[in-house]
């Protein structure tokens, strides 16, 4: 079966300092994945999505940038966090892009910048 | 942006029936409606999904209309566990969620 993994599971970081969160996914190839944050209260906002190794789109300019060094990782960084990068970051995938296909998440990222 | 909008809030009663209800106004012919339910630090997880009429399974019931602009998502008999944040989704490529409907059972 398929299974999605993401750490750290909480992180706190001074303002300035670089930021590594990796996603990876088992049990399945290619899949399409997601990275969102969530701020305190508010709704999930999509920050970046791959169709495929390499193939990363963002959806919002910000400090964070995405990459996909292998078919089923996910990694998400900064080189500079600010205080407003401060939240609870999901890692998602699915199995193809249709409109039927169920999104999966992980455990998630709390991040407090400090 | 979201193709869905949904109450912000709702309050109800343990044992009561909760209806939630989602417009999607623009839904294209092949876009399916889905539903997910996200507790407090935990990522979404899927309830129900639906393309039109009524789909049930053991957790909730979904209806459609046949104009399909929009729907509503039902939840026999809730209990306090039941309170939750519940996202109405119709998808492309990008999955891109609207501010979902936050649900609080009371005792």
Partial sequence: ?114 | LAKTTQPISMDSYEGQEVNITCSHNNIATNDYITWYQQFPSQGPRFIIQGYKTKVTNEVASLFIPADRKSSTLSLPRVSLSDTAVYYCLVRDDKIIFGKGTRLHILP
């Fill in chain 1, 1 to 114: 079966s398929q299974t999605i993994h993401q750490w750290p599971a909480t992180l706190v970081q001074p303002v300035g300092s670089p930021l590594s969160l990796e996603c990876t996914v088992e049990g399945t190839s290619n899949p399409n994945l997601y990275w969102y944050r969530q701020a305190a209260g508010r709704g999930l906002q999509l920050l970046f999505y791959s169709i495929g190794i390499d193939q990363i789109s963002s959806e919002v300019p910000q400090n964070l940038s995405a990459s996909r060094p292998q078919d089923r990782q996910f990694i998400l960084s900064s080189k500079k966090l600010l205080l407003s990068d401060s939240g609870f970051y999901l890692c998602a995938w699915s199995l193809t892009l249709a409109s039927n296909t169920e999104a999966f998440f992980g455990q998630g990222t709390r991040l407090t910048v400090v």
